[in-house]
T-cell receptor, first 115, second 113 residues
Framework: SAVISQKPSRDICQRGTSLTIQCQVD?????MFWYRQQPGQSLTLIAT?????????ESGFVIDKFPISRPNLTFSTLTVSNMSPEDSSIYLC????????????FGEGSWLTVV | QKEVEQNSGPLSVPEGAIASLNCTYS??????FFWYRQYSGKSPELIMF????GDKEDGRFTAQLNKASQYVSLLIRDSQPSDSATYLC?????????????FGKGITLSVRP
């Protein structure tokens, strides 16, 4: 497995502002992902963060709203831009550990409330 | 549309009973299957993964996979109140050079003392 640290763990944000979430892993990993979990819902993949190239976004998510950086194999950031109350959610950083398949492990999450 | 479906909950079982959690998936190309447990206010934690048809046991947990029926389940024996949580089924599908994990909506398990 891997130890995945996210910051901030929780925040209350004003409508229209942007917030950057940081994700640090204790080992080098090739694949990092960002998920969103809205209240009472399951997890939805936002994008795959690729080291050295642009992130790959899932349908319904765009770079202007959720810019992602991946400067090295242990770190990534997700920015939630121009926030609205609908962006209130848990944002989860995750990594894939290979070994017979790709097993996904999650950080502790960043709980954002937009007011 | 690639989907992962879980039984609608919540599921309530008495302490000591077997809890059976079920999941079906639509994409026959799915190659690996995972069960995560999520306590309220926490992030998901991996319980088990399974790749091959049949059963895989780990302590009180048994994952069962039937690729022909596109069905994966999780059995929890001797259920404890501490098992009360939401259980998420996830399916890993290869998309080109990468793979993507798709989650079901989860089922909430309540174990009654």
């Amino acid at each position: 497995s891997a130890v995945i640290s996210q910051k901030p763990s929780r925040d209350i944000c004003q409508r229209g502002t942007s917030l950057t979430i940081q994700c640090q892993v204790d080992s080098q990993v090739t694949m990092m992902f960002w998920y969103r979990q809205q209240p009472g819902q399951s997890l939805t993949l936002i994008a795959t963060a690729n080291q050295g190239s642009e992130a790959t976004y899932e349908s319904g998510f765009v770079i202007d709203k959720f810019p992602i950086s991946r400067p090295n194999l242990t770190f990534s950031t997700l920015t939630v831009s121009n926030m609205s109350p609908e962006d209130s959610s848990i944002y989860l950083c995750s990594v894939a550990i290979t070994g017979g398949g790709n097993t996904i492990y999650f950080g502790e999450g960043s709980w954002l409330t937009v007011v | 549309q690639k989907e992962v479906e879980q039984n609608s909950g919540p599921l309530s079982v008495p302490e000591g009973a077997i809890a059976s959690l079920n999941c079906t998936y639509s994409d026959r190309g799915s190659q690996s299957f995972f069960w995560y447990r999520q306590y309220s206010g926490k992030s998901p934690e991996l319980i088990m993964f399974i790749y091959s048809n049949g059963d895989k046991e780990d302590g009180r947990f048994t994952a069962q996979l039937n690729k022909a029926s596109q069905y994966v389940s999780l059995l929890i024996r001797d259920s404890q109140p501490s098992d009360s949580a939401t259980y998420l089924c996830a399916v890993n599908v290869r998309t080109g050079a990468n793979s993507k994990l798709t989650f079901g909506k989860g089922i909430t398990l309540s174990v009654r003392p």
